[in-house]
């Protein structure tokens, strides 16, 4: 049973989050660059995680159908989450970008998330986030998070560009 389950909805409101997520979006419109924005959870428990996610992007997807997430990045998930007074269907892909949360709503709106790691220091993610969710920046996941092609990452998984540019050179 998850933290919603037993929640009721008086006068037709959703219920909010218990927990208020560390989330930062894009304006609406104009879509811009690779994610939407960012998500920074406070632990690697995806089912726990969730719900509160969930209700604040029904702001912008109304209710969801669909989280996408990366099999690799955390563990073990039900397939289903009841939440919201809905239930959620969770797929993990081995395929799904690394860092990354897919979230669809049932009328087919879609949000992609950076997922900024449970253990990342808070200055590193707080930055991190709102470099994402920066009208208009069109970094990739491996720019925000300071990931290199060969997907090791620099020292302190510092993603600031000045930074992993130098690393580079010093790598070369």
């Known amino acids: 049973m998850t933290r919603h389950e037993g929640r009721a909805v008086a006068g037709g409101h959703r219920p909010g989050p218990e927990t208020t997520p560390r989330l930062r979006m894009k304006p609406k419109a104009p879509i811009s660059g690779y994610v939407d924005g960012a998500w920074w959870p406070r632990s690697d428990d995806l089912a726990t995680e969730l719900p509160d996610l969930l209700a604040v992007l029904l702001v912008r997807l109304g209710s969801v159908d669909r989280v996408m997430y990366d099999l690799a990045a955390w563990p073990k998930a039900p397939a289903r989450l009841a939440t919201g007074g809905r239930s959620v269907r969770l797929d993990g892909f081995s395929y799904q970008p690394a860092h990354t949360l897919e979230v669809l709503g049932v009328g087919r709106g879609r949000v992609l998330l950076l997922v900024v790691p449970a253990s990342t220091d808070p200055e590193i993610a707080h930055t991190a986030m709102m470099t994402a969710a920066a009208p208009g920046?069109?970094?990739?996941?491996?720019?925000?998070?300071?990931?290199?092609?060969?997907?090791?990452q620099p020292p302190a998984a510092c993603y600031r560009p000045s930074f992993h540019r130098r690393v580079r050179r010093s790598r070369a």
């Open 137 to 152: 920046n069109a970094s990739t996941v491996s720019d925000l998070l300071g990931i290199n092609d060969s997907g090791r």
